[in-house]
């Protein structure tokens, strides 16, 4: 007996505990459906009116569109234009704007190009300044080889006993007291017994020793003969010549047979030329 009066009492727990889970999931239910309808309302309510705003939009641009009707109608009467011209002339305005900005376009693009080519040419410059820094640096460096090349070269008395300048041996010397510019140097090739101007004088071989590197010259100048008799290589040959005496020299460099001889004449940078055609 008491087993049967037990049957009853689990099934009525377990039957209450449904119905409260059941209760539980219908307030649930309750609270979201009601929530869902607020925001529900809320937005109809926003729906109404974005709609009536609408409405006061489409009434205000039907409003817009009706005054610039009319007063495109009270500009065309004013100007005496028909709607067609006025639109024309729109359309003119229009084209008149695209040209512009067209034209605005390609005055950009003109100026990019020319700030590229300036660019362009301000690197050229730079190069060029580059370049012309080396060939300073270089000529810089020719003209202290040139200095120290002088500064090598001999200085000795001539044969009247003045102090000569310096004297060069060969043609690459020569050329270095030319570029130097203290004096004029005529160089001169003497074949025997002739005689040959050189600058303002003439002189002529009488004699040439190769093997004892010795010569004899006759210098004619300023209607006076000079002879200078048994000379040696590179020795300073010296006499006076012009209205204003000034010093001349001769070189001998090379004795080239026994009938031709290579040198050059010295004179001051005062000393007079000879006429031309000589």
Excluded at 208 to 216: E, I, Q, V, Y
Excluded at 224 to 245: A, H, I, W
Excluded at 253 to 269: A, E, F
């Amino acid at each position: 007996m008491s087993e049967i009066d037990e049957t009853p009492r689990t099934y009525s727990g377990a039957l209450l505990g449904a119905i409260a889970v059941a209760l539980l999931c219908a307030l649930i239910s309750l609270i979201w459906a009601w929530n869902l309808s607020g925001r529900l309302s809320a937005q109809q309510a926003e729906l109404a009116d974005a709609r009536q705003r609408n409405v006061q939009l489409a009434a205000d641009l039907r409003e817009t569109d009706a005054r610039l009707r009319v007063t495109a109608d009270e500009l065309g009467k004013s100007l005496g234009l028909t709607q067609k011209q006025l639109d024309t002339r729109a359309e003119q305005l229009l084209a008149r704007e695209a040209k512009e900005e067209a034209a605005s376009k390609r005055l950009e693009t003109a100026q990019q190009q020319t700030a590229q080519q300036v660019s362009a040419v301000a690197s050229d410059v730079t190069s060029v300044k580059t370049d012309v820094g080396g060939v300073r640096t270089d000529l810089g460096k020719t003209q202290n080889d040139l200095t120290n090349t002088i500064s090598q070269l001999t200085s000795m008395k001539g044969d009247m006993g003045q102090q000569s300048g310096l004297i060069a041996r060969t043609h690459d010397e020569l050329e270095l007291l030319k570029h130097k510019g203290d004096r004029n140097y005529i160089e001169f090739t003497l074949d025997k017994n002739h005689r040959k101007p050189v600058g303002t004088i003439s002189i002529e071989l009488k004699k040439a020793d190769s093997k004892h590197n010795k010569f004899t010259i006759l210098v004619l100048a300023d209607d006076r003969t000079y002879e200078k008799k048994d000379r040696n290589v590179n020795e300073p040959l010296q006499f006076y010549s012009g209205k204003e005496p000034a010093l001349f020299e001769i070189v001998v460099n090379t004795i080239n047979s026994k009938n031709q001889i290579t040198g050059y004449l010295s004179t001051p940078k005062t000393a007079p030329t000879p006429p031309t055609g000589q």
